[in-house]
């Protein structure tokens, strides 16, 4: 089998040298931005004196890398000629052209050619300038000509992606795919009546049984796919485990629970700014109504009874929410935020629906190592009160059971740890992240219970 560098050698004294002959496109990672190369038009590789290769998905990797590195140390310098579908030539007689119209992998709109007579005829047609080796390295190298500035150049960070608890926080590049498998828990103990702790006791004077504590398990899978550079498109599907300690008004304590597939998410992100170092984002997402709204389970007053609202699995009517993602990244420091509108639409099967929600997520992260990366995160929510009532419930049983008893708005501060797994071709492709939150603020309408913690740990596989 021929070495890497005969290979080169033979192809390019042949003149035929494609990428793909060359690059596994997909599955070689770029030497300088990690990522994936895909798109053989735009691919460049360098070859040093120990006929060791280095692989790039875009020019502009191949000239930031070698700011870095000395260029007499490698024997062949090679870029894709855009016009001949990948066919390799060599960096330092190609002719370049930088097009707002010729969008090059990570945002740098650079494109290259054998001849300045082919680039002059493409420049005609799409606009842009015009470069040969030299000028193009002192470009790079004395302005901000060659920053990377598509919004997924930084994916290789560990601070690249949000706290793990937050959704919808990045774009991949075309062609790009995820699979997210994420777990929550989060704990509610005794309750509030508006800011203010309420004991057994005053609930009693209202109701006839107070909810002690609660725990919600949830495990999400989600998947992300994009068609193009702009717009990513993620669908995402929960289950749930409810359980719930109650207490009567004779002092007899209980527990009910529920479990299931909860309600399902269909996502679009779509991009609207990218720059070298930040990012502006639209979301949008429609929620299904999966989840049951008639859970039941057995209680000391009857075999069989409806579970009040929140041990239901799903919101039962079909809910859209917008927003967006801003986003920046410097040297060792990243931060975003994030408003999203949740509108609910209609009423559910039991005649009610849920009041519509505002939240906005807000972090900065630090990366610690090239491996981990630390976050703070502060989240915000504001729910309007419920309209209409499931007939099936007695309001006077639970404060749980009880319209009146929701709407809320909360604070809460989550720390996050987010994990790279290495350059390995395998290990690169995972991410992981674990968060812990506590509330710092919660003001309740009616009585409701109070939140405790919450704790999110997920992974992520991307290609």
Known sequence: MKSFISLITCLVMCGSVLAQDVINLGKDACAHCNMYIKDQQFVAVAVDQNNSSQKFDAIECLVNYLKEEDESTF???LVADYEKNGSLIKAQSAVYLKSKNIASPMGAYLSAYSTREVAE???????????????????????????LDHPTHHHNRPDAYAPIGIMGDHLHHKGGFMLSTRYMRMEMEGNLQGSNDIDNATIFESYMVAPQAMRMDMLMIGVMYAPSDRLTLMIMQNFRRNEMDLRTRMGMNFSTKSEGIGDLKVSALYGIISESNSSLHLNAKVSFPTGSIKSQDDTPMAEGIRLPYPMQLGSG???FTVGGTYKGTFEAVSWGAQPLFTIRTGESSEDYRWGNEFTINSWVGYKLTDWVSTAIQISG??????????????????????????GFTTINSNLALNFSFGDSPILRAFKAGISYGMPIYQKMEGIQMKQKNTLTAGLRYSI
């Open 317 to 319: 009517t079909i809910d």
């Open 121 to 147: 005829r493409v420049q005609k047609t799409q606009g842009g300038d015009l470069y040969d080796w030299d000028e193009l390295k002192k470009l790079f190298k004395d302005s901000k000509f060659g920053l």
């Open 381 to 406: 929510k504001n729910q309007a009160i419920m309209t209409g009532s499931d007939e099936m419930l007695n309001p006077m049983m639970v404060t749980t059971a009880d319209a009146r008893n929701t």
């Open 75 to 77: 024997s062949k310098l």
